[in-house]
């Protein structure tokens, strides 16, 4: 068996099991994955226009617009005046959006910490070391994608919140 098809093994026997657990967040909020995207990356703090977020999540600035609509409406995301270009408008996650982000959160964390119980001391480590290599590799992707982001100081500790800024650069909500 090579390496690709047994990761893509091991990734579909977490999903088939975990994934079960977690539906009822998605349900309860009926919570698309795209929406749940732009939430993620709105969270990272760096207040995009439409256009801009269309690039970071890869659909067309008219798609990612009626997505936003939608989240608009129904309160998780705000809309504001660009203060250096009034011309733009700007997005953020609203503060319903960043409670429903954190009990997803909590609810995926809880379900992994179900996982951690069966492992032993040693299997702990080296799953969190796993995870901090998984961490660094997504910000490498990140960055790439995103080289604007690159330039920015991001909190990126295990544990910080992704993508606000750290030291005296932060705007104020």
């Not at 269309?54 to 995301?77: C, H, K, Y």
């Not at 982000?101 to 119980?117: C, N, T």
Request: proline fraction near 2%.
């Amino acid at each position: 068996m090579n390496r690709r098809h047994h990761i893509q093994q091991l990734f579909a026997a977490l999903q088939r099991d975990m994934l079960p657990s977690l539906l009822y967040v998605h349900e309860n909020d009926d919570l698309r994955l795209i929406d749940n995207v732009v939430l993620q990356v709105l969270d990272r703090g760096e207040e995009p226009t439409v256009k801009e977020l269309a690039v970071l999540i890869g659909r067309s600035d008219s798609r990612t617009s009626r997505i936003v609509d939608a989240l608009v409406r129904r309160g998780l995301v705000e809309r504001y005046e660009d203060e250096r270009d009034r011309r733009a408008r700007r997005l953020r996650v609203s503060e319903q959006g960043t409670a429903l982000l954190r009990r997803i959160l909590r609810i995926r964390v809880d379900a992994q910490m179900r996982l951690w119980e069966h492992f032993t001391e040693q299997e702990q480590q080296i799953v969190l070391q796993a995870l901090e290599l998984f961490a660094k590799a997504a910000r490498r992707i990140r960055d790439e994608a995103d080289p604007s982001v690159s330039g920015r100081r991001f909190d990126d500790r295990p544990g910080g919140r992704q993508g606000r800024r750290t030291g005296g650069d932060d705007q104020s909500r």
